[in-house]
């Protein structure tokens, strides 16, 4: 119970002041729990913050299986999937945005590649079967996706491209949209 409050606590910290703002003393306090609560549970601040990522990963899975597995026409599924990253990314600020890529550091941007990259595989059967049905282009190589999203997490760490837009949301879903429209109207 004390794991999920400081765990919890911390994301609604970290999304509004960034993750290396706050301290582990400030965690504690908002969470009501001592700091010797804290080291039983966590090794330390990095860690913690891992698995908030995992846990915010897991969630965001749980709602993408049920998009997926939801009787709706593909477009439908990629336009709930575009609205869920949305909603996943709104309450998190420059701050938070800005520590977890552009400034993260090393050993934790490669926990975030090798965590997305489960994800990507998940998502290219999705894809794959969609393709089967011909719901998406048949010349598609699902590779390209693979490739792509890659090329889109080095973009998020792009610190001129984050300064093309207010908010990391607005990058992100233009991220998003370019890839599943392209520059076309809809």
Known sequence: MKRKQLVHTAKDLFFKYGIKRVTVEEICQEANVSKMTFYKNFKNKNELVKNMVIQMSDDAMVKYRKIMDSDIPFE????????????????MSQEFFSDYLPHADPEFLEFIKARMHETYGLIIKDYAEAQKKGEIRQDLKLEFILWYLDKMLAMMADEQLEKMYDKPQDMIMEMVNFFFYGIMPR
Do not use: F
């Open 76 to 91: 439908e599924k990629v336009r709930e999937t575009i609205l869920m990253k949305l909603e996943g990314s709104e309450q």
